[in-house]
């Protein structure tokens, strides 16, 4: 095993620029917890972001606090098969000449660690034994969430979900200039912005390529090597097609109601199977799903669902839909987080609902001008039933008000991107 490859800063002192790149937000929501004591879980899809913030943080450990170069073990599990256990001994051995626990602080960096059979209880005994030792995790799937996780490392780490870029990060990165404050102004530009971060799914990497190469480098390079390898590599599976087959369905079909019965005779599998493998996909973070809306939690999840893939950019991908209006139910989906739907036993619908403590907002997605107040009736119901006193239409170009009594759904142009953020959102 040489781990020397994974650590060049033992030898010149710093981390090469190429692993660096451009700093994003979450690099700074981070730095208060560099001198804490508990593990940080850097989680989300593959090639959002972690690695590269990863050495960003061992730069800004030997830049601005002046760490010794030898006192920071990086490994990915995503490019050798080691235990932790082998890993930290070869390291006390070939390069501290001492054992971590002798006093020093350690920053120790694990990345992808979800491939590291058993990882929550070897990490729990790093940890606790060793309490000069910081440790950083990442993994390309919800791994907080992993069997096992929640249990061993209980009270002992901070997670962070890191994303792709979301569209204001997206308009940094492409030095495009927009006053927030005057969207009317900038109504071509957010337009033709917007349409731009639908296919690159605010992915950094995706930003200068043509569409061609975009599909190439989404079905290549990350939807497949997540199907075909990082599934397989953590859970039973018979079928990896079927993973890619229900993928497929999903980007053609967004907000499709998830009726596993009928989607398995349509694959030619059993329901259980197809269930078991959307909940792969699931923690993988390629899909996500909706529950139908009730004031119960617990009876909105023995609910129908609506199923998304976790990207436009995976529908892009698949698909080959890159019309923004065909994808805009999803992208609204996705950026505003929605976790429920609603559907009534009437059939009246509700595209999205989001739901806090704070307050309930349904949202209906309709990406047309000839929008009228009858488009509204099943906000109108939706509100009367539970109890709200505002909902929304998100529109192509339309901007109006509907009222019923004291209720009132606002009708906003998907463009106007800050002012739905600041009225759903914020």
């Given at each position: 095993?040489?781990?020397?490859?994974f650590?060049p800063?033992?030898r010149t002192g710093?981390?090469p620029?190429?692993?660096?790149?451009r700093?994003?937000?979450?690099?700074?929501e981070?730095?208060?917890?560099?001198d804490l004591?508990?593990?940080l879980i850097?989680?989300?899809?593959?090639?959002a972001g972690?690695?590269?913030?990863m050495?960003?943080?061992?730069?800004e450990l030997?830049e601005k606090?002046?760490?010794?170069p030898?006192q920071?073990?990086?490994?990915?599990?995503d490019?050798e098969?080691?235990?932790?256990?082998?890993?930290?001994?070869?390291?006390?051995?070939e390069?501290?000449?001492e054992?971590?626990?002798d006093g020093?602080?350690i920053?120790?960096f694990?990345?992808e660690?979800q491939?590291?059979?058993?990882?929550?209880?070897?990490?729990?005994?790093?940890y606790d034994?060793?309490?000069?030792v910081?440790?950083?995790l990442s993994g390309?799937?919800?791994?907080?969430?992993s069997k096992?996780?929640?249990?061993s490392l209980?009270?002992r780490?901070?997670?962070f979900?890191i994303?792709?870029?979301?569209?204001d990060?997206y308009l940094?990165?492409k030095k495009?200039?927009?006053?927030r404050?005057?969207e009317t102004?900038?109504?071509?530009?957010i337009?033709?912005?917007?349409?731009d971060f639908?296919i690159t799914?605010?992915?950094?990497?995706?930003?200068?390529?043509?569409?061609?190469?975009?599909r190439?480098?989404f079905?290549?390079?990350?939807?497949?090597?997540v199907?075909f390898r990082?599934?397989p590599?953590?859970f039973?599976i018979?079928s990896?097609d079927l993973?890619?087959?229900?993928m497929?369905?999903?980007?053609?079909?967004?907000?499709?109601?998830?009726?596993y019965?009928n989607?398995?005779?349509d694959?030619?599998?059993d329901?259980?199977?197809?269930?078991?493998?959307i909940?792969?996909?699931?923690?993988?973070l390629?899909?996500?799903k909706?529950?139908?809306f009730?004031?119960?939690?617990?009876?909105?999840e023995k609910?129908?669902?609506?199923?998304?893939?976790?990207?436009t950019?995976f529908?892009?991908?698949l698909?080959g839909?890159?019309?923004?209006?065909?994808?805009?139910e999803?992208?609204f989906?996705n950026?505003?987080?929605?976790?429920?739907f609603?559907?009534s036993?009437q059939?009246d619908?509700v595209d999205l609902?989001?739901?806090?403590?704070?307050?309930?907002?349904?949202i209906?997605i309709k990406m047309r001008?000839d929008i009228?107040?009858?488009?509204a009736?099943?906000?109108?119901k939706?509100?009367t039933r539970?109890?709200?006193?505002?909902?929304y239409?998100?529109?192509?170009?339309?901007?109006?008000?509907?009222?019923?009594?004291?209720?009132?759904?606002?009708v906003i142009?998907y463009?106007r991107?800050w002012?739905?953020k600041?009225?759903l959102?914020?």
């Amino acid at each position: 095993m040489d781990i020397n490859i994974f650590n060049p800063w033992w030898r010149t002192g710093k981390v090469p620029s190429s692993l660096v790149g451009r700093k994003r937000r979450a690099f700074k929501e981070l730095l208060p917890y560099l001198d804490l004591r508990q593990i940080l879980i850097l989680y989300g899809l593959r090639r959002a972001g972690k690695t590269t913030l990863m050495f960003q943080i061992i730069e800004e450990l030997l830049e601005k606090k002046g760490v010794s170069p030898l006192q920071i073990l990086y490994f990915s599990f995503d490019e050798e098969s080691e235990d932790i256990a082998e890993i930290l001994k070869t390291y006390e051995t070939e390069v501290l000449g001492e054992r971590i626990s002798d006093g020093r602080n350690i920053y120790l960096f694990l990345d992808e660690v979800q491939k590291l059979g058993g990882w929550p209880d070897k990490v729990k005994i790093v940890y606790d034994l060793n309490p000069n030792v910081k440790i950083f995790l990442s993994g390309s799937a919800a791994i907080n969430l992993s069997k096992g996780g929640k249990e061993s490392l209980a009270g002992r780490f901070f997670e962070f979900l890191i994303e792709p870029l979301d569209f204001d990060e997206y308009l940094e990165f492409k030095k495009i200039d927009i006053d927030r404050r005057r969207e009317t102004v900038y109504e071509t530009e957010i337009k033709r912005s917007l349409k731009d971060f639908m296919i690159t799914g605010g992915f950094i990497e995706a930003l200068e390529l043509d569409d061609i190469r975009r599909r190439k480098y989404f079905r290549e390079g990350l939807l497949e090597r997540v199907i075909f390898r990082d599934l397989p590599e953590s859970f039973s599976i018979r079928s990896a097609d079927l993973l890619h087959r229900c993928m497929s369905v999903f980007a053609a079909h967004p907000g499709m109601i998830l009726d596993y019965r009928n989607l398995g005779n349509d694959l030619g599998y059993d329901q259980r199977t197809v269930s078991d493998y959307i909940s792969y996909l699931e923690y993988a973070l390629l899909v996500s799903k909706l529950y139908n809306f009730s004031s119960n939690r617990l009876t909105s999840e023995k609910k129908m669902r609506k199923v998304y893939t976790s990207n436009t950019a995976f529908s892009f991908a698949l698909s080959g839909e890159s019309d923004f209006f065909v994808l805009a139910e999803q992208f609204f989906a996705n950026t505003l987080k929605a976790g429920f739907f609603w559907r009534s036993p009437q059939k009246d619908e509700v595209d999205l609902v989001l739901s806090s403590e704070e307050r309930v907002v349904p949202i209906e997605i309709k990406m047309r001008s000839d929008i009228r107040r009858r488009d509204a009736k099943p906000l109108f119901k939706f509100m009367t039933r539970y109890g709200v006193s505002k909902g929304y239409i998100i529109s192509s170009d339309l901007e109006t008000v509907f009222r019923d009594s004291d209720l009132k759904v606002e009708v906003i142009p998907y463009w106007r991107h800050w002012t739905i953020k600041r009225k759903l959102v914020e």
